[in-house]
Every structure is written in structure tokens, then in C-alpha cells.
T-cell receptor
């Protein structure tokens, strides 16, 4: 399995910066995905890192180190609507054909 | 673009009955569709992968005779929960993938199933 490890919960205040870490083990590698899921809704795509390094997309950035099996999602200028679960998803052993989701990190943004 | 719909959005059924959930890609052709199940405060668990015109590939531990998947066209896949039991109550989510952007899955809004 992928042995995905993320913190269960995190809290932060509006306007702050938060970093959500994810460690994983996988054999056969085709990048890593981050998804956002609001309660009772389906996940929405945030990022896909296929190479090592930092990818920035607006307020959200995602970092990947394949050799270390480590990724993080960085959220800047937090807004209340960012309160959601953030799912780290390394592809399965057959490549990006299938995804394995961790339990996700529930982020609560307070005023 | 890349919109996936599911119907119904929620359903309540009695134990022993069967329920069909539809997943449609509205504005693209989905070469592959995925079905997930999510219990409260748990991660999404992949149930099966289906390619248009071929049999679904089920994940270990998922009963293929209980969860019937049909991917009859490039825009429609259905999941039928047969002889549903209360423990089948869950959030069922489908996703679709296109050849144009092969690494990304587009998720439907999910179907909340409650079996009484």
C-alpha cells in the first residue's frame, strides 16, 4: 500500500499561512495529487506534482520530493472558505490510472 | 468544461432492495470511470475502475456481484447496489478521466445512500 500519512486536523486563522504535510510510500511513481473536499461534497482537484520542487498556483502551492516520499500543500492568505479536508493522493502502483487517498487533513479556518 | 454529474444526489431505500446510481460526463468523453465509497470521516476508497465497453476491475474486498458496474457508453457509467443492507449506507462518488488529460480525474458531486 501507499502508507499515506497526513495530520488529522489543523487549525489556522484568516489571513495566515498553513502547510499541510504528507508522507507516503509507493512503488512505481507518477507524481502526486492534492484534492480539496468540503463536507458532503466530492473532491476538487488542486494540484498535480510530477517533478520535484514547488509548484505555485495562486494562493495554493504544492511541493514534492520523490526521493523522500514527501509532499506539502501550502495555503496562503487563508479564507474561511478554505475550511475543508485536504487529501493527499499518490497514484497507485499502476501509475496515475488509480489514486489512493489518505484520510485527509481537516483544516479549520477561524476568524 | 469537464463536468461530471451523478443521479440521484441522495437516496433512501429499504434493506434488501437494489439501487442504481448513474454517473455521466456532460461535456467530454470519459474513457475511464471510477467508483469510490466514503464512510463518515474516512478516506475515499476506490471500489472499481471501468473502461467503456469492458468489464469493471474491482478492488480487493469489493464484491462484484453486489456492486454491479456498467459502463455502456463514453458518457455513462452506472453502479447498482444489489440487495442493499444498512452497512452499505455511504457516500458514493464517481469520477471520470479523459484521454486528453489522462492524469486528472473529474469527480461527480456524489450520491448519499441510506439503507433502512
Amino acid at each position: 500500500g501507499q502508507n499515506i500519512d497526513q495530520p488529522t486536523e489543523m487549525t489556522a486563522t484568516e489571513g495566515a499561512i498553513v502547510q499541510i504535510n504528507c508522507t507516503y510510500q509507493t512503488s512505481g511513481f507518477n507524481g502526486l495529487f492534492w484534492y480539496q473536499q468540503h463536507a458532503g461534497e466530492a473532491p476538487t482537484f488542486l494540484s498535480y506534482n510530477v517533478l520535484d520542487g514547488l509548484e505555485e498556483k495562486g494562493r495554493f502551492s504544492s511541493f514534492l520530493s520523490r526521493s523522500k516520499g514527501y509532499s506539502y500543500l501550502l495555503l496562503k492568505e487563508l479564507q474561511m472558505k478554505d475550511s475543508a479536508s485536504y487529501l493527499c493522493a499518490p497514484p497507485g502502483n499502476s501509475g496515475y490510472s488509480t489514486l489512493t487517498f489518505g484520510k485527509g487533513t481537516m483544516l479549520l479556518v477561524s476568524p | 468544461g469537464a463536468v461530471v454529474s451523478q443521479h440521484p444526489s441522495w437516496v433512501i431505500c429499504k434493506s434488501g432492495t437494489s439501487v442504481k446510481i448513474e454517473c455521466r460526463s456532460l461535456d467530454f468523453q470519459a474513457t475511464t470511470m471510477f467508483w469510490y465509497r466514503q464512510f463518515p470521516k474516512q478516506s475515499l476508497m476506490l471500489m472499481a475502475t471501468s473502461n467503456e465497453g469492458s468489464k469493471a476491475t474491482y478492488e480487493q474486498g469489493v464484491e462484484k456481484d453486489k456492486f454491479l458496474i456498467n459502463h455502456a457508453s463514453l458518457t455513462l457509467s452506472t453502479l447498482t447496489v444489489t440487495s442493499a443492507h444498512p452497512e452499505d449506507s455511504s457516500f458514493y462518488i464517481c469520477s471520470a478521466r479523459t484521454k486528453l488529460v489522462p492524469y486528472e480525474q473529474y469527480f461527480g458531486p456524489g450520491t448519499r445512500l441510506t439503507v433502512t
